[in-house]
């Protein structure tokens, strides 16, 4: 069918009207024509609305029409506008201080306060509001500033007027230094399934990167019992209308007000204890439904939160359903100090264009985020029409200026400029932090170790150098993947004995390649549970040898991939020359009441009698993991695949081949293992736990490099690991029949008051009966170590490692609280 040129024409002119849009601005203030920052303006019967920025101005685009415009803030009366809006208009606002008028209520002398009745119902229909919604998607804009208000002109020797100047900000070290905006479409699916596509993000003084701005993260619902905020605060924070709040707070009735014809009642909250990880502040309930309204709450450093000294949030709800009421805009302030510098800032979240009745895909929340490369490319005129909260004169201004300082850091000039200062070699830098040469525009890096953490102690070796340098390069801009080599040389002054070995990483496809070859003395456990940096000081200092070493030369190589989502796997091959090797040195700082050193054998430690005779060995190793999960976030440079809820399980099988290119082990050796670690428990800590087993079905020809090791520990420096035991002898438990090994570690830190670790020892009976030449005798072997923040409780039970002997049972228990 063919149309007529005049009604294409009306057409063309009808749909560009209907199209158009017009721009509703202003500012608001208060009486006293004070600026009223982040007041909340929306369209009534409506999910679509804007916040003002710090300055008061607001911006809302709408098409032609009429519209019944709301403006509220918290601890004003709301003002409604009904405007026909046919092109740019623009109306001020002025909003009145909400006065709340007190019901007829007489509280007697040690009466409830009224506050508690509302609480009450507010608590007994927390749940229904809790569940109302299913499912949803929304529109989300993140705004979020950090600026610095004060700082040193140096600090150890930095110059922070330097860095000030060259990052744009004033000459009295204050100014912006975050400034970033994001538009994510985000989705929700109970209980907890949730997809976040980042539409658009901006970021000052960087044309490159992408805004750490996350919906999931600016999150809040003080409808659940508590608020895990990781990192920020250690323990989970206890809402106001929580099943037990009644336990944790304080509430006083400050009155109510009316509005839309809705009564507001207005409760001031206080945490009974200042210790307590609650909040403080003002929360707003809606009478007959008893669901939040608002609410404008904070916490500080009494609270024990880390990193900043308050942090205010506050929250406002708008219906959008008839049953229903959802965020409309979420704000965190904060505020912290530190040695002379103070910061402050924000982040705010606006949301609109509700959907309570999505329709998902399958596999839609697998992904948990997604940002592509094209999510930074959105030019300026694109947020001038998308920009919710329009930018103060004060953003516009950093957006500009550090606009061009952007494109000359990111120019190759500059970059090499930077990698010239900072690539100097200094002696003193060699010495003590090593050197490194970076070249950032081909993303290259040479590292040299420092000499002085490269010298060390053993009584194998006596004084030895173990002295590395590294290599890395980038070469899958796609993934961000880099090729990586690595080679150490070292040398023994007392065993005159060289060394030296080179390792390499290469990422080809979705596959990651490992080789290692070398000449190495190292440890007798695999598990490496002392450090050489310990077992020299505890040498030198109070004459104990802890680490029993070997020499290895050796050659290996590896294959790892990800199959598919959580599971792992990989297979290896190793080749080894192996030489049990004698002490050669009996020096010490000290000579703590005549003590001698240990020999090298872990079993006969008062004799140089060879652990095992030099052998040569080829293995193969194969592991497998699954943590029943395949959630993950798609970034420019990859995907990331995120930490499962449920435990991870791994399956292992080490294989000693015989005769081939001379080998001399036979055995094999399977193994499997469940974990899981921080496990919340709410307001009582988290968990973690680590259960293995496994059996040699075969240990026809065997060594005791082969056997199965545990990270066991003696000394006062605890190396911190799920696996780790906290006082088990280094080697003396190594089998090569079978074994069962677990691990609790609990983490009181949800309400035990003081965080400080410290670790005690206490031995409640020790190993009595001990011939390490004969079948050694284990009597009540028990130790017990407490202190005040962890609860470990570990146990291990096996078969021992000397021919002919048998341990039993052997069974470890570990307090550090």
Known sequence: MKFPLPFLVFLSISINVFSQQVILSGKITDYQNRVIPFASIYIKNTTKGTSANNDGEYVLQLKPGTYDVQYKAVGYRQESRKLTINSNQTVNIVLTAETYQLNDVVVKAGGEDPAYAIIRKAIKKRKTHLNEVDSYTCDVYIKGLQKLLAAPKKFMGFDVQKAARENGLDSNRRGIIYLSESESKYSFKKPDNVHEVMISSKVSGSNKAFSYNRASDVKVNFYENIQIWDGLSNRPVISPIADNALFYYDYKYIGFSTENGETIDKIKVTPKRSYDACFQGYIYILEDSWRIYGLDLFITKKQNINFVDTLRVSEQFFPVSQKAWMPSSVKFEFTAGLFGFKIGGYFISIYKDYDLNPVFTKNEFAEVLRITKSVNKKDSAFWEQ????????????????????????????????????????????????????????????????????????????????????????????????????????????????????????????????????????????????????????????????????????????????????????????????????????????????????????????????PLFPENQSFKITFRTTYDFSDKYETYPNGKRYLPSPYPTIGFNYDKGINSFLGSDVDYDLVSADISKSDISLGVFGRTSFYIAAGKFLNNSSIFYPDYKQFAGNEVLFYKSGIDSFLLLNYYNFSTYTQYIEGHLEHNFSGFILNKIPLIRKLKLQEIVDVNYLTTPTIKNYTELGFGLQYLNFRIMYGTSFNSGSNIKSAIRLGFSF
């Open 386 to 609: 998308e920009r919710p909260i329009p930018l103060t004169e004060e953003e516009k201004t950093d957006y500009q200026k550090k606009a061009i300082l952007a494109k000359k850091r990111e120019s190759k000039p500059y970059l090499d400029s930077l990698d010239n200062v900072n690539n100097k070699f200094s002696a003193n830098k060699f010495l003590l932090g090593g050197y490194q040469h970076v070249n950032r525009y081909d993303h290259e890096y040479y590292n040299l170790n420092a000499l002085l953490t490269s010298i060390g102690f053993n009584t194998v070796e006596g004084f030895n150098l173990n002295y590395g340098a590294s290599y890395r390069k980038r070469i899958d801009t796609v993934n961000d993947r880099y090729l990586t080599i690595g080679t150490k040389v070292g040398y023994g002054f007392s065993d005159h004995k060289f060394k030296g070995t080179v390792n390499s990483t290469v990422p080809v496809g979705s596959f990651t390649l490992g080789f290692n070859a070398g000449s190495d003395i190292v440890d007798l456990n695999n598990a490496n549970p002392i450090s050489p940096f310990i077992n020299s000081l505890y040498s030198l200092f109070e004459k104990q040898n802890y680490e029993k070493l070997y020499q290895k030369q050796f050659l290996s190589a590896s294959v790892n991939k990800r199959i598919t989502g959580g599971w792992i796997a990989s297979v290896g091959a190793e080749w080894a020359d192996r030489k049990w090797l004698p002490n050669s040195s009996s020096y010490s700082f000290f000579d703590p009441a005549n003590r001698n050193y240990t020999s090298n054998n872990p079993l006969l430690p008062n004799q140089e009698t």
